[in-house]
């Protein structure tokens, strides 16, 4: 049976790729088959350009231990822009246009074409509540799909309060929770578990928490494996 994840963020800029690419590593260490996809992708350099594997798309495939071919990537990424800014801006300034419709089918075609008992990941863009077309946020996205989501969290100030609030807008639109991840943001004025414990005090899920440089933690990855598999679970 093929499962799915949506890896969705409180903000902008806070580790959802870090995230993704070492939970990625951690379920393939231990034997599962993984596919992580960033199907909207902003502020992406040309396929050939040497700067493309730090790209969200670049590290992810290096991830899953996948080569940067043009065919790889767009599996992986279908939808790629280069301006840094919202899907739907960064493609107006291309000339293009984004429906909603197609990417959720797009979403909906990966996942049923991945091979049983694979977990696939779909790692969102931006914040939550992120446009990604002129009509539609991340959150449609996400509630469309009807798959759990991984809230990722960073530790900078103010991330409690972004996290607490992003948690209270999926459960008002019933979506699931497998767990938060707070990944450490340079900088932070607290250590990273010190603002996962008060998240964990006030969230109702389960929180995991990861320093920038370690591995995905064992816990993080259960968690993940079991939401994906129908068993979402609540903090102690």
């Known amino acids: 049976m ?77 939808w790629r822009f280069a301006a840094p800014l919202a899907p739907d801006l960064a493609a107006a300034r291309e000339g293009r246009s984004l429906d909603l419709a197609d990417l959720l089918a797009w979403c909906r075609a990966a996942v049923a074409a991945a091979e049983p008992e694979t977990l696939v990941l779909i790692e969102g863009v931006g914040g939550l509540m992120s446009p990604i077309t002129r009509e539609a946020t991340g959150l449609d996205w996400l509630a469309a799909l009807g798959v759990p989501a991984l809230l990722v969290s960073g530790s900078y100030l103010g991330a409690i309060s972004h996290a607490l609030t992003a948690v209270e807008t999926l459960r008002a639109h019933g979506v699931p929770l497998a767990a938060i991840a707070v990944s450490e943001s340079p900088d932070a004025p607290t250590p990273p578990e010190t603002v996962a414990a008060a998240i964990a005090r006030r969230a109702g899920a389960p929180v995991a928490c990861l320093r920038r440089g370690a591995d995905c933690p064992g816990t993080l990855a259960r968690l993940v494996r079991d939401a994906a598999a129908g068993a979402v679970p609540r903090a102690p």
């Open 2 to 78: 093929t499962r799915a994840l949506f890896i969705a963020g409180a903000g902008t800029e806070i580790g959802k790729t870090y995230v993704t690419a070492a939970l990625t590593r951690r379920l393939r260490a231990r034997g599962e088959a993984v596919r992580a996809l960033k199907p909207l992708a902003s502020g992406v350099p040309p396929v050939g350009d040497p700067t493309f594997a730090a790209s969200d798309t670049g590290r992810l495939l290096a991830a899953q231990g996948l080569a940067l071919t043009p065919e790889a990537v767009e599996a992986c990424s279908p």
